[in-house]
């Protein structure tokens, strides 16, 4: 019986450290956490960013240049080309997502793999690029899909 109370010690000692370490990092401020599952980690330069692959709680975070939205991750990604404009992606709902990039850049096609690793894997999409007064937009679907989209200059 006195096991129990012991335990809870130490899974709540166990939640402060890590809360604790979550918080250090010179200018930057992570008030909070959360303890989920499953996630990966995606880093580049001096930077290193630590995820779970669900985490409808996180909310919006951002400061200087950068912003981070938490949520269940889709199954498309986006692949930026050197040369190509830079591509974004939203997430709309009903399992679809727009992809985009500045109306102003002309002569671009935009291209899907579900194997990026192949360099022969590529097609232009197939669905229509629909122009807006400042953007190049095209909705695929997202719900079941693993895909990866870039932009190639033909």
Known sequence: MKIKP?????????????????????????SWSTIDSGGGTSSGGQFALSGTIGQ???????????KVEGGFWSGITLLQTPGSPILKIKLIGGGMAVISW?????????????????PNSWNATPQAVVDTATEHTVTVPAAGVIKCYRLKKP
């Open 6 to 30: 012991i335990l809870l010690a130490v899974a709540v000692a166990s939640c402060t450290a890590f809360t604790a370490r979550a918080q250090s990092g010179g200018q930057f401020d992570l």
């Open 56 to 66: 409808p709680d996180a909310g919006m975070l951002t400061g200087g240049n950068f």
């Open 102 to 118: 500045p109306v102003s850049v002309q002569g671009f096609v935009l291209e899907e793999t579900a194997n990026a690793a192949q």
